[in-house]
């Protein structure tokens, strides 16, 4: 019989062996989401970036249903993960995701967004059960800055200055609205007036947007307004109230070349096959010809209209074609994104690769046009070919009622031609 501290030792060795032979639990063990609103702040230079997140687990019990919250908007995000204590929420068409370390009621982690020769970071953090957007008590309002603006952003150094027209909508101390400009709007922007100054942000997977503003003792113009765009874009800004302020007519801003009263092309699609306007596909029909990039927001706005539009209305006699204008040159790079773009909104219609969204570069495949001034641009076509109208940008849904003037618009001209 060994003596007893043999024994003890030997008692122990064994346990330890059963111990060492069984799974880690600790740490295969996945961490719990919490289903539900979030709210998720990004620091930008500007300071903390708020806006909302929304939690869904979905059915196969591994994934999430991820949307992003800036006002009235409730923009879906891809598909999220849970890997070990993590969670991954991509936005493959932005080249863009959140990593963020789950700790029962609080996110924290990452914006990641890369480039064909970039990647921009950005700290995260979100608390669960939380609904306010930039603070959870606010001072009274001050001031009441709703209505229209007439906006002017001043680049740095005082270069690039941009008109633009402000579309506020305030209730108390909450805060909505957004900025027209001739090439697009800054889409759905949520925040608050507090005291004499207000605060407004945006997260869609791309824009990343912070903008204050304090209103001067007149209640009329708006001073010392700063917009921070990601990690390192910065504009100073300022407004005066103004219920005429209006831009430019986005139809006359692109125009044909004198001599020219039609465009021609031939692009790939996603899969590789050549298509030309001149296809028998396209003859003696109205043919919209959408000018976008799979990496542009105002263009998905763009998309999420015309997308369901055609599915209604092609038995008529109508196409849609899309010219997309990658940022990355290589075919076999952009042309899954395009196919994603495709898949996400369903679109019924043919997306050509027609170059890249180099403006100046873009602007020689269709060298009938004066330029490629935006992203999105729509170029309508009557039955025999003829160009009967290019509006330049789009005004999305944010806009309110530019949106709808859009649309309506739109639906009246289609209509004048098929008639024709």
Same mark, same amino acid.
């Given at each position: 019989?060994? &003596?007893?501290?043999?024994? +003890? !030792?030997?008692?122990? &060795?064994?346990?330890?062996?059963?111990?060492?032979?069984?799974?880690?639990?600790? &740490?295969?063990?996945?961490?719990?989401?919490?289903?539900?609103?979030?709210?998720?702040?990004?620091?930008?230079?500007?300071?903390?970036?708020?806006?909302?997140?929304?939690?869904?687990? *979905?059915?196969?019990?591994?994934?999430?249903?991820?949307?992003?919250?800036?006002?009235?908007?409730?923009?879906?995000?891809?598909?999220?993960?849970?890997?070990?204590?993590?969670?991954?929420?991509?936005?493959?068409?932005?080249?863009?995701?959140?990593?963020?370390?789950?700790?029962?009621?609080?996110?924290? =982690?990452?914006?990641?967004?890369?480039?064909?020769?970039?990647?921009?970071?950005?700290?995260?953090?979100?608390?669960?059960?939380?609904?306010?957007?930039?603070?959870?008590? !606010?001072?009274?309002?001050?001031?009441?800055?709703?209505?229209?603006?007439?906006?002017?952003?001043?680049?740095?150094?005082?270069?690039?200055?941009?008109?633009?027209?402000?579309?506020?909508?305030?209730?108390?101390?909450?805060?909505?609205?957004?900025?027209?400009?001739?090439? =697009?709007?800054?889409?759905?922007?949520?925040?608050?007036?507090?005291?004499?100054?207000?605060?407004?942000?945006?997260?869609?997977?791309?824009?990343?947007?912070?903008?204050?503003?304090?209103?001067?003792?007149?209640?009329?113009?708006?001073?010392?307004?700063?917009?921070?765009?990601?990690?390192?874009?910065?504009? #100073?800004?300022?407004?005066?109230?103004?219920?005429?302020?209006?831009?430019?007519?986005? /139809?006359?801003?692109?125009? !044909?070349?004198?001599?020219?009263?039609?465009?021609?092309?031939?692009?790939?699609?996603?899969?590789?096959?050549?298509?030309?306007?001149?296809? *028998?596909?396209?003859?003696?029909?109205?043919?919209?010809?959408?000018?976008?990039?799979?990496?542009?927001?105002?263009?998905?706005?763009? #998309?999420?209209?015309?997308?369901?539009? +055609?599915?209604? *209305?092609?038995?008529?006699?109508?196409?849609?074609? =899309?010219?997309?204008?990658?940022? %990355?040159?290589?075919?076999?790079?952009?042309?899954?994104?395009?196919?994603?773009?495709?898949?996400?909104?369903?679109?019924? +219609?043919?997306?050509?690769?027609? =170059?890249? *969204?180099?403006?100046?570069?873009? &602007?020689?495949?269709?060298?009938?046009?004066?330029?490629?001034?935006?992203?999105?641009?729509?170029?309508?076509?009557?039955?025999?070919?003829?160009?009967?109208?290019?509006?330049?940008?789009?005004?999305?849904?944010?806009?309110?009622?530019?949106?709808?003037?859009?649309?309506?618009?739109?639906? /009246?001209?289609? %209509?004048?031609?098929?008639?024709?």
């Amino acid at each position: 019989m060994p &003596s007893k501290p043999l024994f +003890y !030792l030997a008692i122990l &060795s064994f346990f330890s062996s059963i111990h060492a032979c069984q799974p880690a639990r600790s &740490s295969a063990r996945k961490a719990e989401l919490k289903p539900g609103i979030w709210r998720a702040v990004l620091q930008s230079p500007g300071g903390e970036l708020p806006f909302g997140l929304e939690i869904i687990p *979905n059915t196969d019990t591994q994934t999430y249903t991820v949307f992003a919250l800036n006002g009235k908007e409730k923009l879906r995000l891809d598909t999220a993960i849970v890997k070990q204590d993590s969670v991954h929420i991509p936005m493959a068409l932005f080249d863009s995701e959140i990593v963020a370390h789950i700790n029962n009621s609080t996110l924290t =982690g990452r914006y990641i967004k890369r480039g064909i020769n970039t990647r921009t970071e950005l700290n995260f953090r979100a608390e669960y059960g939380k609904t306010y957007r930039f603070a959870k008590e !606010l001072p009274l309002p001050k001031v009441d800055v709703s209505g229209k603006w007439a906006v002017t952003f001043l680049g740095k150094e005082g270069k690039d200055t941009t008109q633009a027209v402000g579309i506020f909508d305030q209730k108390g101390n909450d805060l909505t609205g957004t900025f027209l400009t001739t090439t =697009g709007d800054y889409r759905y922007l949520a925040g608050s007036v507090q005291g004499d100054s207000l605060a407004l942000s945006c997260f869609d997977g791309t824009h990343v947007y912070l903008f204050k503003a304090r209103l001067d003792g007149t209640k009329k113009r708006l001073v010392q307004g700063e917009f921070w765009s990601g990690k390192s874009g910065y504009e #100073t800004w300022t407004g005066i109230k103004n219920d005429k302020a209006a831009l430019a007519d986005a /139809n006359t801003l692109t125009y !044909l070349k004198a001599g020219y009263d039609r465009i021609d092309f031939t692009f790939p699609n996603a899969d590789g096959k050549l298509i030309s306007l001149t296809d *028998n596909a396209y003859k003696g029909k109205v043919v919209i010809v959408q000018v976008l990039g799979s990496w542009c927001p105002n263009c998905m706005d763009e #998309t999420n209209f015309l997308s369901p539009w +055609y599915q209604k *209305n092609k038995h008529r006699g109508v196409e849609i074609i =899309g010219l997309a204008y990658e940022k %990355n040159p290589d075919f076999s790079v952009s042309a899954p994104k395009l196919k994603r773009m495709i898949d996400r909104f369903n679109i019924d +219609y043919q997306i050509l690769l027609a =170059g890249t *969204n180099d403006k100046s570069k873009a &602007s020689e495949t269709l060298p009938m046009l004066n330029r490629v001034l935006a992203f999105p641009t729509t170029i309508i076509l009557d039955k025999t070919g003829q160009v009967r109208r290019i509006h330049t940008g789009f005004s999305g849904p944010g806009t309110g009622i530019y949106y709808t003037q859009f649309t309506e618009e739109f639906d /009246n001209l289609i %209509n004048q031609l098929l008639k024709e």
